[in-house]
């Protein structure tokens, strides 16, 4: 389905010394797996020699945002508000330098993205990652708008399958671009002693799962390991499940792990500060998501950059994070079964990082959007 570039059929190929403007959600000075991949889009984005300059407009930033590329105009003037970020998207998009592509980070986006590559003649490229984008929006002109799309660079396979079931086709066509993961920041390394003392983990056999315990999604495999975690422990009372992330869930899965009587065996950390998100990894013998909803699953790399093996579910894109199953376990994550069986095999196996993870490497994310834009 590649399009082996983003390119125009009245204008060819994007000009070298191309200006951006991308409209998003979040990135620097954001927290979460797609605030992540936009900083890493953005920085990939402005190394490339065919960029010139690139302007980018996030509907959310907390202040210090941190040390930005070169090339990067990151304009905070639209914050406060979604009439405020329209009126500043379109100042900028209809008056400011001309674009030569408009990127849109989110699908709620798009009829801001779509008014202004028009108006300015631009290639309109959209960011597509997870569920906000598995069925049609609702939102009736955010819908409409997809005809008017020239390429849709994609997360996993399967967002883009779910995606295009009910999206018109991109013009150009469709490309992926799974997470980048920088290796350098990760590494195998023995578990934080303040860490270990902390949650009481000291010689105990810690699964993990990372991420937003959101109410209206209930996706992530949560619920699942609290369901098995009695059945392990009556294998190996060493057994105890840290639940890493924050949200309006929490309070929910902790009555859940009380009604299981596994409630002094689940440890909730709450927010977890960015900096230390390798320490935490490290604490896991085993990484495990049991989930149906991931758009691909960043937390899975980091987890592997770590050296701790990863379980991951077939049904969804957490099985791309594992390469399909190259890398890492793929289980069913209906099936507490094969969940089970599934964990004392990782604890059996080696903790090393596993080779294929390279694939995943910033570089090689650098390499290929390249080429997606300009090759």
């Not at 209206?216 to 499940?241: N, Q, V, W």
């Amino acid at each position: 389905m590649s399009s082996g570039g983003v390119r125009d059929a009245m204008t060819g190929p994007a000009p070298k010394g191309a200006h951006i403007l991308m409209l998003l959600s979040d990135a620097y000075g954001g927290f979460g797996g797609i605030s992540q991949y936009n900083r890493d889009f953005l920085d990939a984005l402005c190394a490339l020699p065919e960029v010139a300059s690139a302007e980018a407009l996030p509907r959310i930033a907390v202040p210090p945002v941190g040390d930005l590329p070169s090339k990067l105009v990151f304009n905070l003037d639209g914050l406060g508000g979604i009439a405020r970020f329209t009126r500043v998207a379109l100042t900028r998009g209809l008056a400011g330098p001309k674009p030569d592509i408009v990127i849109c980070g989110h699908i709620n986006l798009l009829p801001l993205c779509a008014l202004i590559a028009t108006a300015r003649r631009a290639k309109l490229v959209m960011l597509i990652f997870g569920i906000e984008v598995w069925q049609p929006t609702g939102r009736a002109l955010a819908d409409r708008c997809v005809s008017r799309i020239d390429t849709v660079i994609s997360i996993s396979r399967v967002t883009l399958e779910r995606y295009l079931a009910w999206a018109t086709p991109p013009r150009l066509g469709t490309e992926i671009l799974p997470n980048a993961i920088h290796l350098e920041d990760y590494g195998i390394a023995p578990k934080a002693a303040d860490l270990v003392a902390q949650y009481g983990l000291a010689n105990r056999k810690v699964l993990m799962t990372f991420g937003r315990m959101a109410g209206e999604e209930r996706a992530k495999g949560f619920d699942e390991m609290i369901e098995i975690l009695p059945r392990l422990r009556a294998k190996d009372p060493s057994f105890i499940y840290v639940a890493a992330g924050k949200g309006d869930d929490m309070a929910r899965l902790k009555t859940k792990a009380a009604e299981h009587g596994v409630a002094d065996h689940v440890v909730f950390t709450g927010m977890v500060p960015e900096e230390r998100k390798a320490d935490y990894f490290r604490l896991a013998d085993v990484y495990t998501m049991p989930s149906r909803g991931e758009g691909f699953g960043f937390v899975f790399l980091e987890a592997m950059a770590c050296g701790v093996p990863a379980i991951a579910s077939r049904s969804d894109g957490g099985f791309e994070a594992i390469r399909d199953g190259a890398i890492g376990i793929a289980i069913d994550p209906a099936n507490l079964d094969e969940l089970e069986s599934a964990i004392f095999q990782a604890l059996n196996g080696p903790k090393e990082i596993p080779e294929g993870l390279g694939y995943f490497a910033f570089p090689n994310f650098g390499r290929r959007l390249g080429e997606m834009l300009f090759g």
